[in-house]
């Protein structure tokens, strides 16, 4: 019968000499972190202008609202309170959507930022990687030639 050969010396050696380093992955999580801060600020940040642009329109259209809403003297003055209630909102509309434009426009170019120098950042970190690793296999594979 045939006996199993046991590898663990083999493996154990093998592994030993292809080191991993965990600071490479210690740092990707900290820039995925710092990455999502970033991300995080930039959303918290659009999100509280929406909502200052939102309160300042409603109390806006509660104002004229209330205006509107007053006793009138003659029939016609509710009319005419009427259209220029649904002429102010139109022209509030207008400002308060360009408003929202604005913040989705920041929102756009400050993720395209982060992206461009994520993905730069990205690049340098791989690259230098690379290097390292190449030049480790290198040298192991050097040593492993030489002690045959």
Same mark, same amino acid.
């Given at each position: 019968?045939?006996?199993?050969?046991?590898?663990? /010396?083999? +493996?154990? @050696?093998?592994?030993?000499?292809?080191?991993?380093?965990?600071?490479?992955?210690?740092?990707?999580?900290?820039?995925?972190? @710092? +990455?999502?801060?970033?991300?995080? !600020?930039?959303?918290?940040?659009?999100?509280?202008? $929406? /909502?200052?642009?939102?309160?300042?329109? #409603?109390?806006?259209?509660?104002?004229? +609202?209330?205006?509107? $809403?007053?006793? *009138?003297?003659?029939?016609?003055?509710?009319?005419? &309170?009427?259209?220029?209630?649904?002429?102010?909102?139109?022209?509030?509309? /207008? @400002? !308060?959507? &360009?408003?929202?434009?604005?913040?989705?426009?920041?929102?756009?170019?400050?993720?395209?930022? +982060?992206?461009?120098? #994520?993905?730069?950042?990205?690049?340098? @970190?791989?690259?230098?990687?690379?290097?390292?690793?190449?030049?480790?296999?290198?040298? #192991?594979?050097? *040593?492993?030639? /030489? #002690?045959?």
């Amino acid at each position: 019968m045939t006996n199993a050969t046991d590898f663990t /010396a083999t +493996l154990k @050696e093998m592994m030993g000499a292809f080191p991993v380093d965990t600071k490479a992955f210690d740092g990707a999580f900290k820039n995925q972190a @710092e +990455l999502g801060e970033k991300f995080s !600020n930039v959303a918290v940040e659009a999100a509280e202008k $929406s /909502a200052t642009i939102s309160g300042k329109w #409603a109390t806006d259209t509660l104002a004229k +609202l209330t205006d509107m $809403s007053k006793a *009138k003297a003659e029939p016609a003055d509710y009319a005419k &309170a009427m259209t220029d209630f649904a002429s102010a909102q139109a022209e509030v509309a /207008a @400002e !308060n959507m &360009a408003a929202f434009a604005e913040v989705a426009k920041k929102v756009q170019m400050e993720t395209v930022e +982060l992206m461009m120098a #994520a993905g730069k950042e990205a690049s340098e @970190e791989a690259q230098t990687a690379v290097k390292k690793a190449t030049d480790e296999v290198t040298k #192991a594979a050097k *040593k492993a030639t /030489a #002690a045959k």
